[in-house]
Nanobody
């Protein structure tokens, strides 16, 4: 059974930094697709960043400020968030896509990030 456990959220002032972590347990391959999404109050969930096979992808709103990375030995994905803005305030969710005989999607429990102005 795959589980995702997130950590690292919190309250920070604008311009500050946070690092989110997401540890995956279970049968995980280093080639499995992982990423971060977020949902701000009153808004739809949106993609923040993804990483697979060393390739990364970012939402336009976070380019140059956020960096995704992955430690395959620890089955952990990180999101380093710098120069945070109040509009980055949201619940951040870790995402894992596993494709074996069929595709399975997994989500973390979410971690709150609040950026004060």
């Amino acid at each position: 059974q795959v589980q995702l456990v997130e950590s690292g959220g919190g309250l920070v002032q604008a311009g500050g930094s946070l690092r989110l972590s997401c540890a995956a347990s279970g049968s995980i391959f280093s080639t499995d697709f992982m990423g971060w999404y977020r949902r701000a109050p009153g808004k739809e969930r949106e993609l923040v960043s993804t990483i697979t096979r060393g390739e990364t992808n970012y939402a336009d709103s976070v380019v140059g400020r956020f960096t995704i990375s992955r430690d395959n030995a620890k089955n952990t994905v990180y999101l380093q968030m710098n120069s945070l803005k109040p509009e980055d305030t949201a619940v951040y969710y870790c995402y894992l896509r596993v494709v074996r005989l069929a595709r399975s999607d997994y989500w973390g429990q979410g971690t709150q990030v609040t950026v004060s102005s």
